[in-house]
């Protein structure tokens, strides 16, 4: 007899007004203690990866442990990565940019991981958060992230795993604005 799998049932997505069972909390007491400060690596990360979808009309929810982060209504693969100037710790000066992970070991429940790293993604958005002085750093505000658009076919040309900004902004052609970004994930995935 064969093991069978315990598979994850659909589940409603949360308002934020659920009650925590047993405690005087919600659901949205708890999205503001874990995830309150937008200019955190992960939650910066998972708030890029919702302007991206935003951006493209997207409709699924993020799936931990998928091998990209965004399917687009036309079944584009999308892959965000984030990265801002400032962190939420004291710095000497503000960050080098710089991302990384671009290539990745496929996973999935039934075979676990893959044999090799691989470009998983058909398009490649890297989001960066412009602020440089905490007072005026806004999340928020889309205007202070650039976006640029990488298709795969050219990270696999230079086959690196992590890229500074200088090449970022090379290989991209130069940043779109969000208003733009839709189009311009469609122009790369062609």
């Known amino acids: 007899m064969e093991n069978e799998w315990i598979q994850a049932s659909a589940v409603e997505p949360l308002t934020g007004d659920e009650e925590l069972a047993g405690t005087n909390a919600t659901v949205r007491d708890f999205w503001a203690f874990a995830m309150g400060d937008l200019r955190t690596n992960n939650v910066r990360g998972y708030l890029a990866e919702f302007l991206v979808a935003k951006a493209v009309g997207a409709t699924g929810r993020r799936v931990e442990w ?33 991302f990384s992970g671009l290539m990745a070991k496929t996973w999935s429940p039934r075979e676990g991981y893959a044999q090799t790293k691989t470009f998983n993604a058909d398009v490649y958005v890297f989001a960066l958060q412009t602020a440089r002085e905490h007072d005026a750093y ?53």
Not at 85 to 93: E, P, R, T
Not at 147 to 158: I, K, M, Q, S
Request: include cysteine; charged fraction near 20%.
């Open 66 to 98: 998928d091998a990209f982060d965004v399917l687009t209504p036309a079944g584009v693969r999308v892959e965000v990565k984030s990265a801002g100037y400032l962190q939420v710790w004291d710095q000497a000066k503000p960050s080098t940019i710089a």
């Open 138 to 190: 806004d999340p928020l505000d889309v205007s202070q992230w650039r976006f640029y658009v990488v298709p795969r076919r050219a990270l696999e040309a230079c086959g690196y795993a992590s890229l500074g900004l200088r090449t970022v902004e090379t290989l991209a052609g130069g940043a779109v604005s969000y208003a733009d970004l839709g189009v311009a994930i469609d122009a790369a995935s062609a």
